[in-house]
């Protein structure tokens, strides 16, 4: 029940959630009185939870709020209850166990009886306007949709802000992993420095493979759709869209600032090869596909690309479709956070600790208790973007050229030009026509090396675009 | 300020925090009215926090609190405000920092204007009275106290409970690494399977340079004690007693019981050589100081003892003087948490997280928000600890035998007369008298193993006691 005081707008009566509140503005300062009762009556009101989206995720979180309706309500002292669900369509198992609640219409999720909507619709367009129309409706919102929070987040977190109510969002960034809660609270008096990160599965599975089978990209990616690790358009995947989608909301919340998509520069892994993978294998390197955050006084370094990460470092170690994240703080130094980083349930998971936060939230009127975006709004500040151009590292390049003399000094020389100095180069080949040269440089500023690499890949004795994956070391 | 009523001692009128409270009994339910002033007043109000203890980890917390006081205000839109300390010693050039807010008695960190005292002193007695005391004075405690949690941790959560205060200790287990936050809140829509944890960092530092350094165990403790890996009188780590006080705690609050400190089987890493380790290495095993805690039906099975486990697991991987955890969950599967276990900053950003947890609980009046032991106490139930005797696993066995004939045949005889199978064999060395010979078991019981070696070790071909490591596959 909500009723306006029919005396003045600012004066609102509500009850719910076995409370009673009565809130009035006086003297400029928002003032509220709240009667509950606390005891059997509050603790047995139930908090009420409209599902959108049956797909994977959405499926996991019915399978986790039935099997486990017992640990969850006897960590919270009190149940959720899955009360409407509404899905284009829905698998027949699942739809056999929650036929009743299935609703024909969204707009059911949002009436007075819902205490927290959960989006797992995924899209841009349609998940923006519920997760709006939610926020308005007073109602607290939890999502997995990173390409939503990565584009409008910041316009969806102001909206709950200025309507007192949560947003959980966990399970947008690698699944199970609790890497949100660790940034917003476990880490909360660092200053955080850095983040490192493989943020996506699928390619990670893909690299693995490549190296373990001996397989080039196309055919590793083929079998990775065939056993589900990878999806049928792999491109959001493969093309880095969706580490980027990760790595600008671990950005805005671990900086205190908001990095959108846009601001991410994103490379992909489809130009690996095997060769590539196993010359780094002998030098002491893996590639991965990694996600990079930095901050310092020039402003954020945020970006996704393939990176030579060296054996020993704990991410260089991860294999498969796990995810990991190291977080670098300036107490707490490096911590690292690995897990599943999609899949059904682990990602249900992250979804339903999401919602039991909400809820505990909700019984103790604590709304908005930690800060949307880890900071308050009026510290959350638009920061510069690093251009990827001023960074200076170290770069791998694979040239394909034409096994002739004088080519190796043909490409120094261009190197030179722009001040790359090369550490090592590698020729393993000398059976063709067409030979691949491997050259590592000292460090150099990606402007110099992008342009080096436009006058070379324009000359005769080079054929194709030349490989370039940059160096990480710490 | 505080006052009772005169009129029934049920009736409480409290003001703090910007807050004025009036709750009474009624009907045998507590009620609550509570009016509080939003605003910048309430937001002005600091929250003061009484240290007890600068020693490692209490200089630490006076450095975040200080150097980052700025960020920790950002985020909590108030401020900290260390306000009075009380310590044995502290080290000049600390003292110099915060001269005027050491207090001789620390009696006055238990006054009225404290809200959170910082048990950092270490110890059991002075300690476990300290906290109960700030307990019975209402004021929420945060500590990084292992061996006080390990023994008296329910005395001390059930006095919080019925007082309505929180008590955080995120640091008492694995330093920086925020496990116990996974476990209360990220995970709380799992029921926790098994936890498996390199959680003593001097170990690992020692196991993990005896294989890099070629060195006895002797010999790289020294080295450890002269770098400050490891301390003077090193066995409260290297026996496993302070691993045994982490796995107490992360087991009584994944499985909803309470596992003491002598519940926990404990063996250390002093009978270890690097012959043990070479040979492990050989056979694609790192040998590791893990904490192991297990449910099922027939109740909980924890221990801490050396165990071999394969090379491809990620704590296999883990080197140096790092901690790292894998928790196992129905839903979210294996998730794993890496990093700094000890050193002053680390474990004091996990103090300082835990006092902005609290203090947020404070600011919003959501006092055991989250309950103390991640189970409402109602649910908190003695299991039974499954006796280390009855588990099956694989075993590691070094005897030292005299090179003879028909050594082999006598020994394997007893451990076949008890129903261990061996897999394989290995004598190295048949160059002295007395020599080493590694067997490597198919599973069988340790009551079985433990009684087959208590007979071989008093053979006339067997000196020494023989060296045993469990296997840990998974």
Redesign the interface.
């Known amino acids: 029940m909500r009723f306006r005081s029919p005396l003045s707008d600012t004066i609102i009566f509500t009850s719910g959630n076995g409370e009673i509140k009565f809130e009035f503005k ?1 003297c ?15 603790n047995m009101k139930r908090i009420n939870i409209g599902l959108l989206g049956a797909g994977t995720v959405g499926s ?1 979180v019915i ?2 709020l039935t099997e ?1 309706a017992d ?2 309500s ?2 919270l ?1 009190f149940e959720l209850n899955l009360k409407k669900i509404y899905s284009r369509s829905i698998r027949s198992d699942v739809k056999k166990r929650v036929e009743k609640l299935i609703v024909d219409d969204y707009k059911e999720l949002l009436e007075d009886d819902i205490d927290i909507t959960v989006e797992l619709i995924g899209g841009e367009e349609f998940a923006k306007d519920f997760v709006l129309e939610s926020i308005e409706k007073k109602k607290s919102v939890v999502t997995a949709n990173k390409a939503l929070l990565a584009n409008y987040g910041f316009e969806i977190f102001q909206k709950a802000f200025s309507n007192r109510v949560d947003v959980g969002y ?1 399970a947008s960034v690698a699944g ?3 890497i949100i ?2 940034i917003k ?7 955080i420095l850095s983040i490192r990160g493989i943020v996506n599965g699928t390619c990670n599975y893909i690299l693995t493979k490549m190296l373990e089978d001996e397989k080039p990209f196309e055919e590793v990616l083929k079998t990775a759709q065939d056993e589900g690790f990878a999806e049928k358009d792999p491109s959001f995947d493969v093309d880095g869209i969706d580490s980027a989608h990760k790595m600008a909301i671990l950005s805005s919340i671990s900086f ?1 600032t908001d990095i959108k998509e846009q601001d991410v520069y994103t490379e992909g892994i489809r130009d690996i090869t095997y060769m590539d993978i196993k010359f780094a294998d002998d030098l002491g390197y893996r590639i991965k596909l990694l996600g990079i955050a930095n901050t310092n006084d020039k402003g954020i370094d945020v970006r996704v690309h393939p990176a030579m990460i060296k054996k020993g470092d ?1 991410l260089a ?2 294999d498969g479709a796990y995810n990991a994240i190291k977080v670098c ?12 980083g999609a ?1 059904s ?2 990602t ?3 979804v ?2 999401d ?3 909400i809820a ?2 909700i019984k ?3 709304h908005l ?3 949307l975006m ?3 709004f009026n ?1 959350v500040t638009k920061k510069e973007i690093v251009d990827i151009n001023n960074l200076k590292m170290r770069y791998y390049l694979r040239f394909t050229v034409k096994d002739s003399a004088g080519m190796l000094s043909k490409i120094s020389g261009v190197l030179g030009e722009k001040n790359i100095s090369i550490k090592s180069v590698i020729q393993p080949n000398k059976d063709s026509q067409w030979v691949p040269l491997m050259v590592m440089t000292h460090d150099a500023y990606e402007k110099d090396v992008k342009e080096a690499l436009s006058i070379i890949d324009k000359m005769s004795i080079v054929k194709d675009k030349t490989l370039l994956i940059r160096v990480e070391d710490e």
Do not use: Q
């Open positions: 006086l400029n300062l928002y003032t509220t009185i709240r009667y509950y009762a606390k005891g059997v009556m509050y996991g399978k986790i486990n640990i969850i006897k960590r002292g966990e199970g992993i609790p809660k660790a609270e476990s880490l909360s008096a660092n200053n205190g704990i170690k991860i703080c300036d107490m707490a130094e490096d911590t690292v956070y690995i897990g599943k899949g349930l682990p249900a998971s992250a339903v600790s919602i039991m936060d505990r939230n103790h009127s604590s208790r930690i800060p880890s900071f308050p510290y």
